[in-house]
């Protein structure tokens, strides 16, 4: 399931949950004052059940489906750093999305994951409803689980459509979160260096 992760398993969940969804979004719609039945909204039901089931596809899966068999043993013990992945999540408060950059490191302890898995891993827990706090120590401690590393740092920049759709409607700021596992927590020149490596070329 991790190898297909991303790849739209959301669409072939099972029809009677799909043709929930869609009931439920027509008597949304009704409820708002709409006709679902005119043309403009006619197949908006389905489409919404489709993108919700998609972005909400990290339900059910975790960093070991993400990362499968992709740890390969190799004495490198540095950090490896991939930054600047960007991501899309929903706010559980208002299912608003909020999206943006994450940057995770990790230092190996013996074993190396796929590069291309680390952006799966923050895909995992960014398609779910989610508070960027939270989301932000999920991806490092799944990442920590998986590789058993010397330590995991994992920072979030967001913007929340929450925040400039409504509420204070202020545009453009930006939520900064992290999370420092093991050497980036107790060692402040790994963290140092990290947060070097992050901000270095922007």
């Known amino acids: 399931m991790g190898e297909q992760f991303g790849r739209g ?7 009677q949950i799909h043709d929930r969804l869609t009931g439920l979004v027509r008597q949304v719609l009704a409820e708002l004052g ?3 039945a005119r043309e403009g909204l006619v197949d908006t039901p389905e489409r919404v059940a489709r993108s919700l089931r998609y972005l909400t596809e990290g339900y059910g899966v975790d ?5 499968g068999d992709a740890l390969f043993e190799q004495e490198y013990d540095e950090m490896v750093l991939v930054r600047d992945v960007q991501f899309y999540s929903l706010c559980e408060h208002h299912l608003l999305p909020f999206f943006g950059v994450a940057h995770v490191a990790y230092q190996p302890a013996g074993r190396v994951v796929g590069l291309s898995k680390i952006p799966r891993v923050i895909d995992v827990f960014a398609h779910r409803l989610q508070l960027q ?3 932000t120590r999920q991806i490092a401690e799944g990442l920590e689980r998986v590789t058993r590393p010397h330590g995991v740092a994992v920072v979030v920049e967001a913007r929340h459509l929450c925040m400039e759709m409504r ?4 545009v453009g700021g930006q939520t900064v979160t992290s999370c420092m596992l093991g050497c980036f927590r107790e060692d ?5 260096e990290f947060l070097d490596l992050i901000h270095r070329h922007n």
Request: glycine fraction near 4%.
């Open 9 to 15: 398993d959301a669409l072939n969940v099972a029809p």
């Open 34 to 36: 709409e006709d679902p």
């Open 63 to 67: 960093a070991t489906d993400a990362i």
């Open 133 to 135: 706090e939270r989301m």
């Open 167 to 170: 509420g204070v409607e202020k």
């Open 188 to 192: 402040a020149r790994t963290r140092a």
